[in-house]
């Protein structure tokens, strides 16, 4: 499979549960971005990681959300004690060097909805 | 789908006509400016992008025109097909990020094709 694999596809919380969401980038491809699409709205930069480093984080809520890339499988977006603010889709998109265009290649995203 | 919502700004056109989606951009300091389409349902998806010492750039069926001095960007489609139905989004890089893609998104415009 060449693109983006995101999974869940689709994830069903109850508030205060945690919620993980992983992303496989491209073949090829050592960047990865994290972003959040909330309903009516349009997605908004969440984290930047390479390989086992967080890069920037500056788009991540202080509490309750983490991410990370480890050295070996995919980046998991961890959100834990959910509140229904957090009911949005997750867009994963990676690129295959640092470069700075503004092309990103997007999953098909996961979407949270919390009860 | 989940991008679309009650607040974006809709273009409706007929099948065959030609398409302008017009964005305001607010960082003159970009130096990429980017097109994006997110169909309902999935992740969102480059179309083409321009760089900031161009004023047009044509693609197949496209052309994206970038004007500084109002900070405005169209993206025009020629003989717009129902396949072209989506969310477009305008994008810009961050020049400052360090040398990775930090793509700041803007809201989105809805586009229905009549067949």
């Known amino acids: 499979n060449a693109g983006v694999m995101q999974n869940p596809r689709h994830l069903v919380r109850r508030r205060g549960q945690e919620a993980r969401l992983r992303c496989s980038p491209m073949?090829?491809?050592?960047?990865v971005y994290w972003y959040r699409q909330l309903p009516e709205e349009g997605l908004k930069f969440m984290v930047y990681l390479q390989k086992e480093n967080i890069i920037d984080e500056s788009g991540m809520p202080k509490e309750r959300f983490s991410a990370e890339f480890p050295k070996e499988g995919p980046s998991i977006l961890r959100i834990q004690q959910v509140v229904r603010g957090d009911s949005a889709a997750y867009f994963c998109?990676?690129?295959?060097?640092?470069?700075?265009?503004?092309?990103?290649?997007f999953g098909e995203g996961s979407r949270l909805t919390v009860l | 789908g989940e991008s679309v919502g009650l607040h974006l700004p809709t273009l409706s056109v007929q099948e065959g006509d030609n398409s302008i989606i017009n964005c305001a951009y607010s960082?003159?300091?970009?130096?990429?400016f980017i097109w994006y389409k997110q169909e309902s349902g999935k992740g969102p998806q480059f179309i083409i992008d321009?760089?900031?010492?161009?004023d047009k750039r044509q693609g197949q069926r496209v052309t994206v025109l970038l004007n500084k001095t109002v900070k405005h960007l169209s993206l025009q489609i020629a003989a717009t097909q129902p396949g072209d139905s989506a969310v477009y989004f305008c994008?810009?890089?961050?020049?400052?990020?360090?040398?990775?893609?930090?793509?700041?998104f803007g809201t989105g415009t809805k586009l229905q094709v009549i067949p």
């Open positions: 321009i760089r900031s010492n161009m």
């Open positions: 073949k090829g491809h050592s960047h």
């Open positions: 998109a990676s690129s295959p060097s640092r470069g700075n265009t503004g092309e990103l290649f």
């Open positions: 994008a810009e890089n961050d020049p400052f990020s360090g040398g990775y893609q930090k793509v700041t």
């Open positions: 960082n003159s300091a970009s130096d990429y």
